[in-house]
């Protein structure tokens, strides 16, 4: 493949969702099926390109070279015309391992989240996946784009779609917090964080206008920027923009809300892809660009790591909701990412890939199988959950094997990620790695709560399932009623003699798992299983980007590539000795 076909490759990877999104809109109303199977045909497309650039890359073998710390952007496809040309912003979009990986891993669970919302999404079906693919669509866009004010184009545009599918298709929590809420919430967070990353940005383009005379938002212009005393602060605003994405504590709390409230579809957008483009992004733009303020910021940084782990790990033990329960449990791997990102080290960059794409996979599956869950019985609180191995063939065993799997056991990629960073930040970071090796007792902790409550515990799946649905019927029919006492006309009287009675099923049938959403949970429980037993096609793609941000911020002098040619030119010379 030339490379002109590679670099053209990289807008269609954008491009694809938006396409199927807005189509899935306009057929919405000529039939109700026919946006599901838009929206998953765009997102198989969107896979399968990414695919063809895994092939075409050929990264087999790429962990046994060595990237010398004078060697440039290992870009493997780029794409760049010009915008608006006299702020030097251009739309410029480039490929690395790293970053095929996270579209990849964005295109493959866009997939899963199409699957899981067939039944449970029954209304304005088309501007439901109109909402999922754009949101996906500028993940993609985030994970490519090279240019910084492109870059926070898909930053904020990605998060207005996930505001919409919570606010329209989530569902109320039992404390009384609404759905509406927890959309507004997700929105003030991660708006006003983005408006502390853009202050950022203008700073280091005004800097590097300051040095250079030119004014440009381009990555490669922007490395090695001259920035003085303004380097800790301007890192600062880049941090916060992605601390509360990821999230990291104190700054998470916006994530159990939103993730309690969205729709299965959703959580495996905000769990498994959405809290990734934070990490990216302190790995892409904090490391390199900010590499001196990065090194002095780290023992915060991993403090703050530290406590979310054990923080996280506790309030998720405290839970009963179990959409909260695994919403805590991101919080405290989170931190394992704060960890691998500021030790900075070869070895944990490349444990940090294989943790986010396992958790990533194993986060949606076990929000995929919450959902499930709740579509039978109408409930996520754990209490009234209990002796489900009985009454399931197939639930009970993945839902045991995917808990294991989040709790890192062996075999799975979380475990192979986790050791990874471990032995990759203990030569620098010793007390932080034993206390995050001490936190993995928490992680068994809500793991096998998660396990024996609603597997093993009392058996009261049976009667849960008839009180709840009860329920559930009684306020449709209610919700139902009002609708139709709002809409009578003034002065007109209701004949309640013909209302009938809710009917309840007093033997409600608990069915298992039918083909495709076994499918769904045996293909992501495969891909954990390859993680774990092979995960060297994933370090050998991602060896050459990690190789680079480990040298620009292990020897940061480096990324200043003008200031080396100089150097090299005047030795070449005799004018340096």
């Known amino acids: 493949m030339t490379e002109f076909q590679l670099a053209w490759m990289l807008p269609a990877l954008i491009a694809t969702p938006f396409i199927a ?19 998953l045909i765009g997102m198989i497309i969107t896979f399968g390109l ?3 650039l895994w ?33 030097g912003i251009s739309f410029h979009l480039a490929l690395d391992g790293m970053s095929l990986l996270m579209v990849s891993l964005t295109a493959f669970l866009g997939i899963m989240a199409v699957g899981c919302s067939w039944g449970e999404i029954q209304r304005r079906v088309g501007f439901f996946h109109l909402n999922l693919l754009w949101s996906l669509g500028g993940v993609i866009g985030v994970f490519l784009a090279i240019d910084l004010f492109l870059f926070f184009f898909f930053w904020e545009m990605m998060l207005v779609p996930i505001y919409f599918l919570i ?6 929590a039992t404390n009384g917090k609404t759905k509406e809420y927890a959309a507004t919430k997700f929105f003030i967070y991660t708006q006003a964080s983005g408006l502390i990353m853009l202050i950022g940005i203008l700073l280091l383009v005004l800097m590097n206008y300051r040095s250079s005379g030119v004014f440009s938002f381009n990555y490669n212009d922007l490395l090695g920027t001259p920035l003085g005393g303004w380097e800790y602060p301007i890192m600062l605003c880049f941090f916060i923009g992605f601390a509360v994405k990821l999230p990291v504590m104190p700054f998470h709390g916006w994530l159990p809300d939103a993730h309690a409230q969205a729709p299965t579809a959703g959580s495996v957008d905000l769990a498994g892809i959405l809290i990734k483009t934070a990490a990216y992004g ?8 900010f590499p001196e303020a990065s090194q002095q910021f780290a023992p915060i940084a991993m403090t703050l790591g530290a ?3 054990f923080y996280g790990a506790w309030l998720a033990f405290m839970q009963t909701d179990i959409k909260r329960l695994l919403a805590y449990t991101s919080v405290s791997h989170m931190g394992f990412v704060i960890l691998a990102i500021y030790a900075g080290t070869l070895i944990s960059l490349q444990g940090l890939m294989v943790q986010m794409l396992a958790h990533g996979l194993s986060s949606a599956a076990l929000f995929i199988m919450a959902g499930q869950l709740y579509e039978r019985l109408h409930t996520r609180e754990l209490p009234l959950m209990g002796g489900m191995w009985g009454q399931f063939r197939y639930y009970a065993p993945l839902l045991m094997f995917f808990c294991a799997s989040l709790l890192g056991i062996p075999g799975t990629g979380n475990f192979i990620g986790e050791i990874l960073i471990l032995l990759g930040a203990f030569e620098q970071y010793p007390v932080f790695v034993v206390l995050a090796t001490f936190s993995l007792v928490w992680a068994g902790l809500y793991s096998l709560l998660i396990i024996y409550r609603a597997l093993f515990g009392e058996k009261t799946v049976p ?21 139709y006492a709002t809409a009578t006309p003034a002065g007109h009287k209701i004949n309640h003699s013909y209302e009938e009675e809710v009917p309840v099923d007093k033997s409600v049938k608990l069915h298992d798992l039918n083909k495709r959403e076994l499918t769904l949970l045996l293909v992501l429980a495969i891909g954990l299983v390859w993680l774990g037993l092979y995960p060297q096609p994933v370090l050998d793609t991602s060896s050459h980007a990690m190789q680079w941000i480990n040298n620009a911020y292990t020897y940061h002098e480096v990324v200043n590539f003008d200031v080396i040619d100089s150097v090299q030119s005047a030795v070449a010379t005799g004018e340096v000795r």
């Open 307 to 309: 406590i979310g782990i």
């Open 463 to 483: 009667e849960t399932a008839v009180a709840k649905t009860a329920q559930f019927v009684a306020a449709k029919a209610q919700l139902a009623k009002a609708t």
């Open 50 to 52: 990414s695919l063809v």
């Open 282 to 289: 302190l790995i892409r733009f904090v490391l390199p660009l």
């Open 167 to 172: 606010a329209i298709w989530g569902h109320n």
């Open 21 to 39: 999104g807005t189509l899935c809109w306009l057929v919405e109303k000529i039939n109700n099926r026919l946006p599901r199977w838009i929206a």
């Open 55 to 87: 092939r075409e890359g050929a990264f087999a073998g790429m962990s046994q070279q060595v990237l010398a710390p004078t060697a440039q952007l290992p870009w493997f496809a780029e794409f760049s015309v010009p915008w608006i040309e006299s702020f």
